[in-house]
């Protein structure tokens, strides 16, 4: 099976790693925030045989470059990188797929390359906002706020706390407790790696990153789409309320023309973590899509 990977050269300089496996039409997947590219392999694993899987970290994630100037990166910063990928891969007739906040970086993309895509597809995703209903609490903006604040002004201790947390159990069964995730099906492991990474990186970095991503909107993209679009969500999401899914689902359905080209898939008891817990529902699900629509 043909494997490619490298790194690219976005805007502003910063090398993007990426990894393309297989032969075919592209399969373009964008990361949720702070999430590293392996949580993809499931998806690769089913589809690499017949299409082509490009995955890629953002900057500050993976392999990826970390900017020196931690507190100006944006959000749009990740759609300059995403644009970059395809660019320098030469991607056409695309399958987009964006994961939780990665469908706000795959919207902006497809909004700089319309022609480029063939299809879309939000895995438990939002079109903007992606904290501001974490949990639907009221107060869910000023907890990522005093977040931001503790890891600027005391970067140490923050990545102090979270070397802590990440190696004891607590996170794994908390997450359980909360409903974040599901620990009969969540791997450990998996969740290990998602943790790890994310302790890697910089605390000043990510508390920049989850404040560039509630200030970012892509919703105004979401009538503009003119490619079959499927919608992916989880009845128990605590992230991206199945409310936001529907409401994308709705504005996506109003397109002219658009009568069946937009399909909203509910998983039934699935949480945000969908993606590591039943990854078959999801390709089996991106695939029907994928046949109804002959892409």
């Known amino acids: ?65 970390t900017p020196l100037e931690l507190f100006q990166v944006r959000y749009e910063d990740f759609v300059a990188d995403s644009c970059a990928v395809i660019e320098a891969l030469d991607l056409r007739r695309i399958i987009g797929v964006g994961h939780s906040a990665g469908f706000q970086v795959l919207l902006g993309c497809y909004d700089k390359h319309p022609k480029r895509f063939a299809g879309l597809s939000s895995f438990l995703g939002t079109a903007g906002n992606a904290l501001r209903f974490f949990f639907d609490w009221p107060f869910s903006r000023a907890l990522f706020d005093l977040h931001y604040l503790l890891a600027v002004f005391f970067p140490r201790q923050v990545r102090l706390m ?23 099906l969540a791997h450990k492991a998996d969740i290990q790696k998602y943790l790890d990474h994310i302790a890697a990186m910089d605390p000043r970095f990510f508390a920049t990153m989850t404040q560039g991503a509630e200030a970012h909107s892509a919703y105004r993209i979401l009538g503009k789409v003119r490619v079959p679009t499927l919608c992916i969500a989880s009845e128990h999401d605590r992230f991206v309320p199945l409310r936001i899914a529907r409401a994308m689902h709705r504005a996506l359905s109003k397109r002219s023309g658009s009568k069946g080209r937009a399909e909203l898939f509910v998983i039934t008891r699935g949480t945000h973590a969908a993606l590591m817990e039943m990854p078959d529902v999801l390709n089996l699900r991106l695939e029907q899509f994928l046949t109804r629509h002959k892409l």
């Not at 790194?7 to 090398?15: A, H, P």
């Not at 802590?164 to 359980?176: A, C, M, T």
Request: hydrophobic share 35%; proline share 5%.
């Open 1 to 65: 099976m043909r494997l490619r990977q490298g790194y690219v050269r976005s805007q502003d300089g910063t090398r993007i790693a990426y990894q393309a496996i297989g032969k075919g039409r592209p399969i373009f997947c964008c990361n949720g925030l702070g999430v590293p590219s392996y949580f993809w392999r499931h998806l690769a694993g089913y589809f690499a045989n017949r299409y082509q899987v490009v995955t890629w970290s953002y900057r500050g994630h993976g392999r990826s470059d």
């Open 162 to 184: 979270t070397e802590l947390l990440v190696r004891s159990p607590i996170p794994y069964y908390v997450g359980g407790w909360l409903n974040i995730l599901t620990t009969g």
